[in-house]
């Protein structure tokens, strides 16, 4: 009797971390997550960057299922070039009247390894300038302990979605927008 509940308690506790693993939860550290954006255009083409402000992320490996919220103020967003920066805030994004760009998973497909790399695609929904959309993102993650680095670059068709084209006469810029998210942070 006593060797069999001494080995129920050795199993159960090799076993304990293994259950904890199947959900894990990333914090992304918006002061280092880099959001830069790449729009293609007739002469030059234009980048720029925008700030993430919070973004936590649930995976349940049991049901493949996501959930969470990545934010990113719009206000933050710039280019380098001020007359473009005010044409991008005012007429294009509309950063008074839909200031924030969320995207919530729902799903994954992939793993996320105890440690070293993994890759996994996320799928969820993007909401900009008052509209939801489906999107996908592959995303690359290197895992140390606690802590996480994870990259991913991914196309938004803006003006598909409703947003202005910022064509003028002879400057054509294309209709979908780049991208490419840096990030890094905790992992529990």
């Known amino acids: 009797m006593q060797r069999t509940l001494i080995s129920l308690l050795l199993l159960s506790s090799t076993l304990a971390p293994t259950a904890f693993a199947t959900h894990r939860v990333m914090t992304l550290e918006p002061d280092d997550t880099k959001v830069s954006f790449h729009l293609g255009a007739t002469g030059h083409d234009v980048e720029g ?6 973004g936590e992320i649930h995976l349940d490996a049991d049901s493949g299922t996501a959930s969470g919220k990545i934010e990113i103020d719009l206000r933050s967003s710039e280019t380098g070039n001020k007359k473009r920066d005010k044409t991008m805030h ?7 009247r839909f200031p924030w760009v969320v995207f919530e998973p729902d799903r994954f497909e992939g793993a996320l390894p105890p440690s070293g790399s993994g890759e996994l695609e996320l799928f969820g929904t993007l909401t900009i300038h008052g509209s939801k959309h489906p999107l996908s993102m592959k995303t690359q993650f290197e895992i140390e302990g606690d802590q996480f680095k994870g990259s991913t670059t991914f196309a938004v068709p803006y003006v598909e979605w409703g947003l202005e084209n910022p064509s003028l006469f002879v400057l054509r810029v294309a209709k979908e927008v780049d991208v490419t998210v840096h990030t890094s942070g905790s992992l529990r």
């Open 49 to 54: 960057l925008m700030h993430l402000t919070a």
């Open 90 to 96: 005012k007429k294009v994004f509309e950063t008074e």
